[in-house]
């Protein structure tokens, strides 16, 4: 009897909460690795429990971005909190998404003690660009494709083996293109990083604002500077081949709060 009326409780409480409705969620389908949209909510931010651990996402002019983990699965409660007070619950049902293991053979580099102290230092920059939170700079309500013509030759989320050795997991779409290729930005924002990194080469960082930022990585070309304002669809550099590498290619990716996302599912969004 006790548990039934434990169960009532909680059935009643939750009843309660989602009467106190926001904007549906979209889109309303959750994979690991999936980008979504909170719209016309009274919360202060977003709090995602999974298996993987909590996250929180800022919700600011009543909208956010959130993603759901690369390692989630099962079920996770997405809570908006206000006040310090929950207004709204979810539960999200993680679909299984198969992810394939992609092998590459690279020139071997020296991790000399200098080389790990850059990686070190460029890892550190990085966690910091990405779990910046700024206002929204972007007006565009769909992306841009980062190149005129997507050719896929290594998705998100597969799992890495470089030279025979395991290694991480791909945290981006490669796209197959020639050296010299123009590359766009795929929405307005405001570029963050325009330099060479040890690992992805000559790359570039957009902060689009709401803790949502692209990157592009392997450029033969920088064309833009640190500081700079650009608009979607804009040159921002040209495909390439540096920092390790097996060939001409754009390495473009998504993060929402320093969460990996596939960019796939990001191009196919309505803002």
Not at 92 to 104: A, P, Q
Not at 198 to 213: A, E, K
Not at 223 to 252: A, C, D, M, N, Y
């Amino acid at each position: 009897m006790r548990t039934v009326v434990m169960v009532l409780f909680v059935f009643i409480n939750l009843g309660f909460l989602l009467k106190l409705k926001a904007e549906d969620i979209y889109p309303p389908t959750f994979y690991p690795g999936s980008i979504h949209i909170l719209k016309n909510t009274t919360g202060s931010y977003i709090e995602l429990k999974t298996n993987n651990g909590t996250f929180k996402f800022p919700i600011k002019d009543r909208n956010a971005f959130f993603a759901i983990p690369y390692k989630a699965k099962g079920v996770a409660i997405l809570d908006v909190i206000k006040n310090g007070q929950v207004v709204y619950r979810r539960y999200l049902v993680i679909k299984d998404k198969y992810f394939r293991v992609s092998r590459i053979y690279v020139k071997k580099r020296k991790l000399t003690k200098k080389v790990l102290e850059r990686i070190r230092k460029e890892y550190k920059l990085l966690r910091k660009i990405f779990k910046t939170y700024t206002p929204k700079k972007f007006t565009e309500k769909h992306f841009t494709k980062p190149l005129r013509y997507l050719k896929i030759s290594t998705p998100f989320g597969a799992k890495r083996i470089i030279n025979d050795t395991k290694k991480s997991i791909h945290w981006g779409t490669d796209f197959k293109a020639p050296r010299g290729e123009p590359v766009f930005a795929s929405l307005t924002g405001k570029v963050v990083l325009a330099r060479e990194l040890y690992y992805t080469g000559n790359t570039v960082i957009i902060d689009h604002g709401l803790g949502l930022y692209t990157i592009y990585a392997h450029l033969s070309k920088i064309s833009v500077k640190e500081g700079q304002i650009v608009k979607g669809g804009q040159i921002i550099g040209k495909v390439g081949s540096t920092g390790r590498s097996t060939g001409p290619h754009l390495h473009f990716g998504v993060y929402i709060n320093d969460i990996k996302v596939d960019p796939i599912l990001a191009l196919k969004l309505k803002l």
